[in-house]
């Protein structure tokens, strides 16, 4: 059993640190073609993930954002679902924490504040999720399909409320009024960490306690035991008396809250308004961590943090090297592509 733990795990550090590679070779090739050296596009690099407080703090927040987002995706995955609506579920959350943060009266305690537009963000996210969770236990319809469907209906909604006036677009008061919500109140705003020049908030710690109690419901308490019977099996785990619909939807609406609180964290970030776009992509990038990961709460953690890095790198790579931040995302697509496709070979060997 030692020897055969020793060769698996080998065999995974071959398999990443090839895929790794693999991408590595692929972006070298993107700077050359770019017209860059290979120094310069490595220091513009380093510099847009270590180089300032600033880049740093812009890499720690986005880290948040993919770490509550992927995090969410590993339980739903624990009970045998994929949830591909973390986008849709991440704008409801940001429309949900805007509509209660603009609203807050003044004087409100930041700490009472910021936690009723996380509140709000996960509600809003849960019951967005909650949608495609019914349609799968009642009336048997995929997840991923629902969920998918669900991100562009989300992703509206914002279109919507911040076009129309009666909704949450701020007053109009010239033709250059953009189309977006009024500043959230000062009680509704995430308070940053106090590093210096450092833009980094509190996300941080919320992503890292949902990552720490998430772990240990999943590994040991009997909710986590059940989730994984059910994703299994799910018909031995009804056999064994599991009531297998009310954990799928559960744990589907708690990958959506999960959601939703990324979405009201984004909000609640500088500038503090909500605008069309504002979900940037982020509930795609961390499905992409969550498949990443494998179900590792731990690599959740790691995974993020390497994305977050790469995302403020990317802009400095564009602006310092002359090289398109789009190669970074070129990278990335290259490296799941390549680690997904390997998981699937072993599969089939195994088979």
Do not use: C
Not at 216 to 233: E, F, M, N, Y
Not at 302 to 313: E, M, N
Request: hydrophobic share 60%.
């Amino acid at each position: 059993m030692t020897v055969r733990f020793a060769t698996g795990g080998v065999r995974e550090v071959a398999v990443y640190g090839g895929a790794i590679g693999a991408a590595a070779v692929i972006g070298l090739l993107l700077v050359l073609g770019g017209g860059a050296s290979p120094a310069a596009a490595a220091k513009a690099l380093w510099d847009g993930m270590f180089g300032t407080p600033y880049a740093f703090g812009t890499a720690l927040n986005a880290t948040a954002v993919l770490a509550l987002i992927a995090t969410g995706f590993t339980i739903a995955h624990r009970a045998g679902l994929v949830n591909v609506g973390a986008e849709g579920q991440l704008a409801l959350g940001g429309i949900a924490a805007t509509a209660v943060g603009v609203s807050l009266p003044a004087g409100m305690p930041v700490g009472l504040g910021v936690s009723l537009i996380l509140v709000a963000g996960l509600a809003a996210g849960a019951v967005w999720a909650g949608i495609a969770a019914w349609l799968r236990v009642r009336r048997g319809t995929s997840e991923v399909i629902t969920t998918l469907l669900l991100n562009f209906v989300g992703l509206g909604l914002v279109t919507l409320v911040v076009h129309e006036a009666g909704l949450l677009r701020q007053p109009v008061t010239s033709i250059e009024t953009l189309p977006q919500s009024e500043p959230l109140a000062a009680s509704a705003r995430l308070p940053l960490l106090g590093l210096t020049g450092s833009p980094a908030t509190i996300a941080i710690g919320v992503a890292l306690v949902a990552v720490v109690v998430t772990a240990i419901v999943l590994r040991r308490t009997v909710i986590g035991v059940r989730l994984r019977a059910v994703g299994l099996s799910e018909a031995a785990a009804a056999r064994l008396g599991v009531r297998v619909d009310r954990l799928r939807f559960g744990a589907l609406a708690v990958a959506g809250g999960l959601a939703g609180v990324a979405g009201a964290a984004l909000v609640a970030t500088a500038p503090y308004i909500l605008t069309e776009g504002f979900t940037s992509g982020y509930g795609f990038a961390g499905l992409v961590v969550g498949l990443l990961a494998r179900g590792s709460l731990t690599a959740v953690a790691g995974i993020a943090l390497a994305f977050g890095l790469l995302a403020s790198a990317g802009i400095n790579l564009q602006l310092a090297a002359a090289v398109p931040a789009s190669s970074v995302q070129v990278v990335q697509s290259v490296l799941i592509i390549l680690v997904a496709g390997a998981a699937i070979l072993r599969k089939g060997a195994r088979r």
